[in-house]
């Protein structure tokens, strides 16, 4: 994988201004150490035995932190900060860890929030910059959603964007967003080296589906999975209340189930998982509804996760896409509650179906502690990638490590669940689902073509 990527870093130019951050440059005297171009982290941590070939630089990635010189001046940088796309738990925290970076430890002072995603650059929608200090701030982190607002789409009006940054004087954007925001964001950085700009272009990965590829996870996806474990214990807490009882809970995951397989893992009480990259049917003798009506007739109550994204292959008649560019999903839940009731109706049996959907109660909600951790330290790379002239730059976690992954490589593709892979297989310990509920095996899965990654 590495050797198909290029994992180079972007600059704007030499770093020849000495950092504000006092640091060392030795181990051993029990003072933090500067981050230096020649520190960088494999992608992969397995090894084989053997001789070994050669590692180049375009197959590691950079490692984030402070670096002894930088590349702006911190008393003429402008920064921008915008988050765009759906709620995502963190996004505050995120935002409080550059401003306070920025400020206390560069001296930064102009600090500008966005509004609204990268409509608030448009000078249609007449949305004022909102000052960013550390008073501002300081205490954001206790609130979910995000104090600049967030909208999908604009991302496209690459020139109006760019245009408006220069009337700002900005030097430095934070895009807080996913991959359709950072694939926005490549664009306007593009435009910006036509236009032989300086300006640095450093992206936060949101998603609360967690399927950036290359990065161990996005910031809100342990949130996100700590609340889909209350909603879980709550319709197993119903269906083991009633005469066959179901709970049916959706969660977030329009391509990828990684929602829906840790939150499994993680409350023990979840008898089906259902995501997009694992096929099945509904019906005859080996489909969902049969295994469904065997569990409830051996252990008389069942819990199900759904995917947002399961099944929009069978449910979507028509392609439309929202602002973002975004494919508009058909509503599986409900699909399926109805499914169901119709299967159980048939056969005349009692059931008592619990339908909860907390998807939006999910993306609202601020985030939990691990991931507070984690914004605040995306939040403090980012700002040191900025102030040392890295562009096109997103941040993440490989191997534990905080690195740079260019913009254009964490765009090219999606993570999935490996069907063959760990995650998967202890899923299905956890779960006891069949291995596969479709009814010819064979035809549904050899000769697909899909490229389902491992898993982070």
């Known amino acids: 994988m590495s050797e198909t990527y290029d994992f180079t870093i972007e600059e704007l130019g030499k770093r020849t201004i000495k950092s504000p951050i006092t640091m060392s440059k030795t181990q051993g005297d029990f003072i933090a150490n500067y981050v230096t171009d020649d520190e960088f982290v494999r992608l992969s941590a397995a090894a084989i035995l053997g001789n070994q070939t050669p590692i180049k630089r375009s197959q590691v990635f950079e490692c984030a932190g402070p670096r002894e010189n930088i590349y702006f001046m911190p008393q003429h940088v402008h920064a921008g900060i915008v988050s765009c796309g759906g709620l995502c738990p ?12 920025l400020w206390y430890r560069y001296g930064v002072r102009r600090i500008s929030g966005v509004r609204y995603g990268f409509k608030g650059f448009l000078p249609e929608y007449q949305f004022n910059t909102k000052e960013l200090t550390p008073d501002v701030v300081d205490d954001i982190h206790k609130i979910g959603g995000t104090v600049l607002g967030s909208a999908r789409g604009g991302g496209d009006e690459v020139e109006k964007i ?27 950085a593009e435009e910006i080296g036509r236009r032989k700009l300086k300006i ?117 008649k028509e392609v439309k896409r929202d602002a973002g560019g975004n494919l508009k999903l058909e509503d599986v839940g409900t699909y399926l509650k109805e499914q169901i ?30 991931d507070s951790i984690y914004c605040e330290r995306l939040g403090n790379a980012a700002a040191h990638a900025a102030m040392a002239g890295k562009t096109k730059v997103l941040i993440g976690l490989v191997n534990n490590e905080f690195v740079h992954l260019p913009m254009k490589v964490a765009v090219s593709r999606r993570s999935h669940v490996d069907p063959e892979g760990k995650l998967w297989r202890d899923t299905l310990d956890a779960t006891h689902q069949p291995i596969l509920m479709v009814n010819n095996p064979m035809g549904s899965i050899y000769g697909k073509e899909d490229d389902l990654d491992e898993e982070s």
């Not at 963190?90 to 970076?101: E, F, K, L, T």
């Not at 245009?163 to 950072?182: P, V, Y």
């Not at 009633?242 to 977030?252: A, C, D, P, S």
């Not at 119709?342 to 502690?369: C, H, Q, T, V, W």
């Open 90 to 101: 963190g996004i505050n925290d995120v935002i409080r860890a550059i401003v306070r970076c």
């Open 162 to 188: 760019v245009d408006a940054m220069e009337k700002l004087n900005m030097n430095m954007l934070f895009t807080i967003g996913g991959d359709g925001t950072q694939r926005g964001a490549l664009d306007i």
């Open 200 to 316: 640095a272009m450093i992206g936060i990965p949101k998603t609360v589906d967690n399927d950036f590829s290359f990065i161990q996870k996005s910031f809100g996806f342990d949130t996100a999975v700590a609340k889909a474990v209350e909603v879980v214990t709550a319709a197993h807490m119903e269906a083991h209340s009633q005469i066959r009882g179901i709970g049916l809970v959706k969660v977030m995951g329009r391509e990828s189930g990684f929602i829906a397989a840790h939150t499994a893992l993680a409350s023990h009480e979840v008898n089906f998982v259902l995501i997009p990259e694992i096929p099945f049917e509904l019906n005859g003798p080996n489909g969902f509804l049969r295994h469904l009506e065997e569990r409830l007739q051996n252990r008389k109550h069942a819990v199900i996760i759904i995917a947002e994204g399961a099944l929009q292959d069978q449910l979507i």
């Open 341 to 370: 009731q119709e299967y159980f109706d048939d056969k005349g049996l009692e059931i008592n179906l619990k339908y909860i959907d907390p998807s939006y109660m999910i993306r609202s909600a601020p985030a939990a502690p691990s």
